[in-house]
Each structure stands twice: as structure tokens, then as C-alpha cells.
DNA sequence: CCCCCCCC
């Protein structure tokens, strides 16, 4: 307890050594064990209206916090948890270390809890929603600026109220490389789930949505338990991301969101605008991804054929046009059984669809399994 | 780490 004797000093006599004592012994216990004595002791220090107990540092607001911050203090909610992961040391020592997403009014911050801290993740001492002073040192991690808190550090529950806020990324602003990118957006498709073989030879599932906001769209892949998200979720149906990160896929090289086992995602009961663009049919030019609206202009028949591969399709084609143009559409696999349905001026719309040269060097769109058709 | 861009 002679660690909070200057701190008691500090007081001027405002409470009697034993009263103090008491207290001090009353906050590490409410904290259950989240709170160090000294950090206990400034705050009844704090709670009798005596605030210069020679630790008190400005608090920072998270949006200020840059990687030359230095040693920070702040207040914060707990936003995210992530699994608390065990390391060998050089010296043979087991380090421990667990991350966390805190946020406050101004935005959020990844935080990294070592050792002793990072124990009360493992013990599950840490919720999501609960609010912490905390003080650490900023340094620049592998997914940006981070929050360290060490054994000298402060992790501390705080009755704080604090309006908690998850900055969300536009989809157009979302780059490759990004990293801890949060986002709301309304579902636009739901894929299957499909499992396959990892290098170590176990077993994974990945499931993909194609989700929109009011700025675009972007396919988001969903690695193995969170695939399970996609039973839950209806199209049209708004989520939020939590700490995904995009990489440009290496087959059409178009920058896609990632959900790992440190992102989250949820529905949100907020609706997320999304309103298609449909691009003029004289504008299509091959190799990129377009929708288009217009009217059926001509109608084909269903065709099997064998693939190389010995696998065996269907493919049916039809005429759109819209006021700038009429172009081929080639609808695979199931979608080839719409001609049935359709009839000349059905109104139509082809949702991604790859537009490629094809027969005769006419402009054509495939409509494939990526591929949305609605008919109105 | 996973996958459509295939037919005549």
C-alpha cells in the first residue's frame, strides 16, 4: 500500500489514511481485479474532486492519436474482442498477447494487451460494450497506428459514458491493402457455401456476399465459422462490417473484402441505401462487369453443351435493348431457362454480368453465376 | 486459403 502514500499526500488531509485505505481497497474490488491498486487509489483521488495526483495526464480523444502519440491515456469502449494468443519468448518465457478494438466519440483504435493484461481477454473479463481508462503507448502495428498496454500500462474499467463511434468506410474509398475497415452496407447477393482443402490439408468453408452502399458495391468473402452468417441474412437485408481488409483477388484482380477470424459481421436494423447503376448498352465496352436495364428484343433456344472438362451446361442467349442500343446476352447454367419466361418487351434487368467480344467480334454479356436477372 | 467469364 506504500505505493499510494503519495497519492494520499496529495489529498490535503480531505479524508483520514484509513477512510482512504478503504476506499482504495472498496475500487480494486468493484473493478474485480481489472484495476492495480495505484490506479485505484488515483481514482478515489479522482472521486474526492482531487485530480492532480501527479499521474494525470490530458485524455486523449482517439482521433488525435497518431504514431508519434507517444505514452497516451484515454477512455474507451470496448468494440471488439479477439482471441488472447500465446507466444514463446527468447528467454523461454510464455508471452501472451490479445487485441481489442476500443472506440470513443471520435472514432477507433485497435489496442494490443500483453501479458497479464491480455490474460483478462483469456478469462473473459473483458466484454464488449464495457468502458476502460487506459493508458499505453502508441506505436505503429502491422494494420496501423495501435494502442499497447503492458504491465506498466493502465486497463482499467471506467463508469464513463461514452458515445461510441465505428467510423465507417465508403465502399468507393475502400483500397487494396487497407486494413480494419468497418462498414454498413445492404446485401445485394448471398452465395452458397463451398468448402475446400487448405494447404495443411485440413478442411475450409468460404462464402461470399456481394454487399452496397450509396457509393458502390464489393464482394465480400467470408472465411470458414463466419460463413455460417450467410443462413442468417436475407438480400436486401443491411449488416455491418467490423475490421475487414481488402485484397485484390488474384484471379480478375478486383479488390474484394476479406472477414477474417478477427472481423465480425452482423445485421444492423439501420437500412443501408444502395441504387444500382445501370450503364447505357452503348457504352459497354469487353472486359469489365456492367448492368444494364432495357427491354427483351429476342429470345433463343436452350442448348447443352459439353466443356472441356467434360462437365456438361446449358446456355441460352437473348436480345436486350435499351434507347442507346441492343446487345447479346449469353445466360448460363440455370439462368438459361429464363428464355421459357420471357417474352418480346419484357422489361429485364441483367445485374453483373462480364461483357466479353464474342461471336461475329459483337459486344456480348455473359450472365454467369455472379449474374442477377430481374424481371418486371 | 475459395472461385463464373463457357455455346454457336
Known amino acids: 500500500m506504500d505505493e499510494i502514500n503519495d497519492i494520499y499526500e496529495k489529498l490535503g488531509g480531505v479524508i483520514s489514511k484509513d477512510d482512504f485505505t478503504r476506499k482504495v481497497e472498496e475500487k480494486v474490488e468493484q473493478m474485480s481485479g481489472l484495476c492495480d491498486t495505484r490506479t485505484a487509489a488515483m481514482l478515489v483521488a479522482h472521486d474526492l474532486g ?5 499521474a494525470e495526464q490530458q485524455i486523449q480523444k482517439i482521433s488525435g492519436i497518431t504514431p ?3 505514452n497516451v491515456k484515454l477512455i474507451a469502449k470496448v468494440m471488439t474482442v479477439y482471441p488472447a494468443k500465446e507466444f514463446n519468448r527468447n528467454d523461454g518465457t510464455v508471452g501472451r498477447v490479445a487485441n481489442l478494438i476500443v472506440a470513443d466519440e471520435t472514432g477507433s483504435i485497435r489496442l494490443t494487451l500483453w501479458d497479464d493484461r491480455a490474460d483478462l481477454v483469456k478469462s473473459g ?12 503507448y502508441v ?3 502491422y494494420s496501423g497506428v495501435e494502442v499497447n498496454v503492458g504491465n506498466n500500462g493502465v486497463f482499467c474499467e471506467s463508469d464513463e459514458k461514452i458515445e461510441a463511434r465505428i467510423e465507417s468506410r465508403q465502399i468507393k474509398d475502400i483500397t487494396n491493402g487497407m486494413g480494419d475497415i468497418n462498414i454498413r452496407a445492404r446485401v445485394l447477393d448471398i452465395s452458397d457455401i463451398r468448402t475446400f482443402n487448405k494447404r495443411d490439408g485440413g478442411t475450409g468453408k468460404v462464402a461470399n456476399l456481394l454487399i452496397g452502399d450509396e457509393t458502390g458495391k464489393i464482394r465480400v468473402t467470408l472465411w470458414d465459422e463466419l460463413t455460417d452468417f450467410t443462413q442468417q441474412i436475407e438480400i436486401d437485408d443491411s449488416v455491418e462490417i467490423i475490421n475487414a481488409y481488402a485484397r485484390e483477388n488474384n484471379f480478375n484482380q478486383q479488390v474484394e473484402m ?9 445485421k444492423i436494423e439501420e437500412e443501408v441505401e444502395f441504387k444500382e447503376s445501370f ?19 429476342g429470345l433463343g433456344e436452350i442448348r447443352e453443351f459439353n466443356r472441356d472438362d467434360g462437365t456438361v451446361n446449358m446456355v441460352s442467349n437473348i ?8 446487345i447479346r446476352i449469353a445466360l448460363w447454367g440455370d439462368h438459361a431457362l429464363l428464355v421459357d419466361e420471357l417474352d418480346i418487351d419484357t422489361n429485364i434487368e441483367i445485374i453483373d454480368a462480364y461483357s466479353k467480344s ?8 455473359s450472365a454467369g453465376n455472379r449474374t442477377r436477372i430481374n424481371v418486371r
Open 50 to 54: 482531487v485530480s492532480d495526483t501527479g
Open 68 to 70: 508519434n502519440s507517444g
Open 125 to 136: 473479463e473483458i466484454e464488449i460494450g464495457q468502458t476502460f481508462q487506459i493508458a499505453g
Open 139 to 141: 506505436k505503429e502495428g
Open 258 to 266: 476479406q472477414v477474417g477470424n478477427r472481423g465480425t459481421i452482423k
Open 279 to 297: 450503364t447505357p448498352i452503348s457504352d459497354i465496352i469487353p472486359g469489365e462487369s456492367y448492368s444494364i436495364s432495357g427491354q427483351v428484343s
Open 319 to 326: 436480345y436486350v435493348s435499351d434507347d442507346t442500343g441492343r
Open 358 to 365: 464474342g461471336f461475329n467480334d459483337e459486344i456480348e454479356l
